[in-house]
């Protein structure tokens, strides 16, 4: 059976909690939700890159692109690809070598209040540059799971800021709290307590 997608099941499980005031609710969130998320929020520089060193008009550089999401057992993984120019800069162009690699990291979903937050990072595969894996460990360990966090309180609020125009009734969410977050098979199965007002 194929994931709907992330705004939708949002949208049916508010709507669903409309009848019970601060009640608990199950949302799912599939592997390309978070995939989008990531994207937009961490690899959103030129052509998808998130530059750890340099930008684009540097000579040398190293840069991340093309993050995947996937689930593996009770764990998220994400595996991007990098590419390095690693020396020293000399009239413009870099002296010293070019690397390419792949690199995943896995991490456990955490609930955070009204966040969807991530910890335990595990980095399950590096390069074999010394000098790359240098720059990368801090990349993977900690900027890419901070970035990932997704507030879902904000998101279920931007989505309910059209409900109106919608479905003929103003939605308000007067609070949110992610109780657990766990990885079932395809999806990120989250348990929520959400107060909703209908007007």
């Not at 049916?12 to 409309?18: D, H, T, Y």
């Not at 390419?100 to 009204?114: K, R």
């Given at each position: ?11 049916m ?10 009640s ?9 939700a978070?995939?989008?998320t990531?994207r937009a929020?961490?690899f ?13 008009s540097?000579?040398c ?11 593996v057992?009770?764990r ?15 009239h413009?162009?870099?002296?010293g070598?070019?690397?390419s690699t792949d ?5 456990i ?12 990072a ?10 790359l894996?240098?720059l ?5 360990s ?10 879902a309180a904000?998101?279920m609020?931007?989505?309910l800021?059209?409900?109106?125009e ?34």
């Amino acid at each position: 059976m194929r994931c709907l997608p992330f705004r939708l099941l949002v949208s049916m499980a508010l709507l669903f909690a409309v009848t019970r005031a601060a009640s608990a609710i199950e949302v799912t969130m599939s592997a390309q939700a978070l995939e989008r998320t990531l994207r937009a929020q961490l690899f959103n520089g030129p052509e998808g890159r998130y530059y750890i060193r340099g930008d684009a008009s540097s000579p040398c550089y190293v840069y991340a692109d093309s993050p995947h999401v996937t689930f593996v057992q009770d764990r998220i993984v994400v595996h991007i690809h990098a590419k390095a120019k690693l020396g020293t800069p000399v009239h413009g162009a870099c002296l010293g070598v070019s690397l390419s690699t792949d690199a995943d990291v896995s991490l456990i979903p955490d609930a955070e209040e009204e966040s969807i937050g991530f910890r335990d990072a595990r980095i399950e595969r590096l390069s074999e540059s010394k000098e790359l894996n240098f720059l990368l460990v801090p990349f993977l360990s900690h900027k890419l799971p901070a970035q990932m966090k997704v507030n879902a309180a904000v998101l279920m609020r931007q989505l309910l800021s059209r409900s109106t125009e919608t479905t003929g009734y103003t939605l308000a969410l007067n609070s949110l709290k992610l109780h657990s977050l766990l990885v079932e098979g395809e999806s990120l199965v989250m348990d929520v307590d959400a107060d909703l007002k209908v007007d």
